[in-house]
């Protein structure tokens, strides 16, 4: 399957070039374009609205994830904000995880407080706790599996049912696994939301973002709405982001196998107290994710039994290991998310989902496993001599 959706991407829009026969597509970097005649537009009229070169690599995502259409957008926030945008008015109730990414949980509750629609933030783990929530008939319900930080996974078919069930939209945010490892709308989700800044990319040099929706009515109905608040991706983002995804499966498959070897090692090492990803069998929601995905990915998180003076002690000493947030490029990171990604979540809310201050999360790259492994071996030497 994963070289199926390897193919897809590899050859998407290769060879399209009717005019030169240019192999790999051009970029159509035109803001405008002419009318053939008075109330005669062409195609395209403005590139708000539609992009020659965007329309390649919406195709392309389109055929990864088995969708009706797909709208890319300039971030992977826009693409969610235009979601809510689209289908949340005044009262309408969103339903979404308790630990998810920081930025999301930032612009659903910020909005909510301005009266835009109402959020509630849930343990979608907790079978019960989310029958209870869906009597109360939300408008928009949203999936991460696996989740940010924690890499807990949820059920997405039960999940994406019930929501139906009760007139909800079901939409998953597959950012931390790509359509190389997970296809959510063939788990019955209405829609599927990424960040392609970060796998679909994977080269840290782009902000985009992507809506692929299942029923072709929703995407014509985003894709009005995206040209209407302006959040359209760019020409040359979009060519980026199309060379990228070409070498998606590669990057994730080496990436993988880093993680599983980084895993090994943090297993034995008496300062980490607990590790997350979907490959451990003691891990939230295991079961699932051998059902609906087709690998465990190369995010993996860690708790360090160290205080704050250690843990910086620990981070400074890594020299491969890149401290920032973001995640998905062939370089690989870690960061600290009470102090990064999810800083703007209070105390709180942080420990209601279980995200610890001592939590690292590493987003393992393509390097040599072992290059890795030394890395953090070294960190884990100097954390002893303290």
């Given at each position: 399957?994963?070289?199926?959706?390897?193919?897809?991407?590899?050859?998407?829009?290769?060879?399209?070039?009717?005019?030169?026969?240019?192999?790999?597509?051009?970029?159509?970097?035109?803001?405008?374009?002419?009318?053939?005649?008075?109330?005669?537009?062409?195609?395209?009229?403005?590139?708000?609205?539609?992009?020659?070169?965007?329309?390649?690599?919406?195709?392309?995502?389109?055929?990864?994830?088995?969708?009706?259409?797909?709208?890319?957008?300039?971030?992977?926030?826009?693409?969610?904000?235009?979601?809510?945008?689209?289908?949340?008015?005044?009262?309408?109730?969103?339903?979404?995880?308790?630990?998810?990414?920081?930025?999301?949980?930032?612009?659903?509750?910020?909005?909510?407080?301005?009266?835009?629609?109402?959020?509630?933030?849930?343990?979608?783990?907790?079978?019960?706790?989310?029958?209870?929530?869906?009597?109360?008939?939300?408008?928009?319900?949203?999936i991460e599996s696996p989740s940010n930080p924690l890499?807990r996974v949820v059920d997405i078919v039960d999940i994406?049912?019930?929501?139906?069930?009760?007139?909800?939209?079901?939409?998953?945010?597959?950012?931390?696994?790509?359509?190389?490892?997970?296809?959510?709308?063939?788990?019955?989700?209405?829609?599927?939301?990424?960040?392609?800044?970060?796998?679909?990319?994977?080269?840290?040099?782009?902000?985009?973002?992507?809506?692929?929706?299942?029923?072709?009515?929703?995407?014509?109905d985003l894709t009005w709405w995206a040209n209407n608040?302006?959040?359209?991706?760019?020409?040359?983002?979009?060519?980026?982001?199309?060379?990228?995804?070409?070498?998606?499966?590669?990057?994730?498959?080496?990436?993988?196998?880093?993680?599983?070897?980084?895993?090994?090692?943090?297993?034995?090492?008496?300062?980490?107290?607990?590790?997350?990803?979907?490959?451990?069998?003691?891990?939230?929601?295991?079961?699932?994710?051998?059902?609906?995905?087709?690998?465990?990915?190369?995010?993996?998180?860690?708790?360090?039994?160290?205080?704050?003076?250690?843990?910086?002690?620990?981070?400074?000493?890594?020299?491969?290991?890149?401290?920032?947030?973001?995640?998905?490029?062939?370089?690989?990171?870690?960061?600290?998310?009470?102090?990064?990604?999810?800083?703007?979540?209070?105390?709180?809310?942080?420990?209601?989902?279980?995200?610890?201050?001592?939590?690292?999360?590493?987003?393992?790259?393509?390097?040599?496993?072992?290059?890795?492994?030394?890395?953090?071996?070294?960190?884990?030497?100097?954390?002893?001599?303290?």
């Amino acid at each position: 399957m994963i070289c199926k959706q390897a193919t897809i991407a590899v050859r998407s829009g290769l060879n399209d070039d009717e005019q030169y026969g240019c192999v790999v597509p051009p970029i159509h970097l035109s803001s405008t374009y002419n009318f053939l005649d008075f109330n005669e537009p062409r195609t395209h009229d403005y590139s708000r609205r539609s992009n020659p070169t965007r329309d390649v690599v919406q195709r392309a995502l389109t055929e990864l994830e088995g969708g009706a259409g797909t709208v890319l957008t300039n971030t992977g926030m826009s693409a969610i904000h235009m979601v809510t945008t689209m289908f949340l008015k005044p009262g309408d109730l969103l339903i979404a995880p308790h630990d998810c990414y920081g930025g999301s949980y930032r612009l659903f509750e910020s909005l909510s407080k301005r009266g835009m629609y109402r959020v509630k933030f849930i343990n979608q783990s907790n079978k019960i706790e989310l029958k209870k929530v869906l009597t109360e008939k939300p408008k928009l319900v949203l999936i991460e599996s696996p989740s940010n930080p924690l890499l807990r996974v949820v059920d997405i078919v039960d999940i994406c049912q019930s929501a139906r069930e009760v007139g909800a939209i079901s939409m998953v945010d597959n950012t931390f696994l790509s359509p190389a490892l997970q296809n959510p709308l063939a788990l019955g989700a209405d829609l599927v939301i990424h960040s392609c800044t970060k796998y679909l990319n994977g080269h840290s040099d782009v902000l985009a973002g992507a809506v692929i929706a299942s029923n072709i009515s929703v995407v014509k109905d985003l894709t009005w709405w995206a040209n209407n608040i302006g959040v359209t991706g760019t020409a040359f983002d979009s060519y980026l982001l199309l060379r990228g995804l070409r070498t998606l499966e590669l990057r994730i498959s080496v990436a993988q196998k880093n993680a599983i070897e980084i895993i090994n090692y943090l297993q034995k090492q008496p300062l980490v107290k607990k590790i997350y990803h979907p490959s451990l069998p003691e891990n939230d929601g295991h079961e699932y994710a051998l059902r609906q995905q087709r690998g465990f990915g190369a995010m993996l998180s860690f708790e360090l039994n160290a205080d704050t003076a250690h843990l910086r002690s620990f981070l400074k000493s890594l020299r491969l290991f890149t401290l920032a947030e973001s995640l998905g490029g062939v370089e690989s990171l870690i960061s600290h998310a009470a102090t990064m990604t999810h800083a703007c979540m209070s105390t709180e809310a942080r420990a209601k989902a279980g995200i610890s201050d001592r939590l690292l999360r590493i987003s393992v790259g393509i390097e040599h496993h072992e290059d890795l492994i030394a890395d953090l071996d070294h960190a884990f030497w100097i954390l002893s001599q303290n």
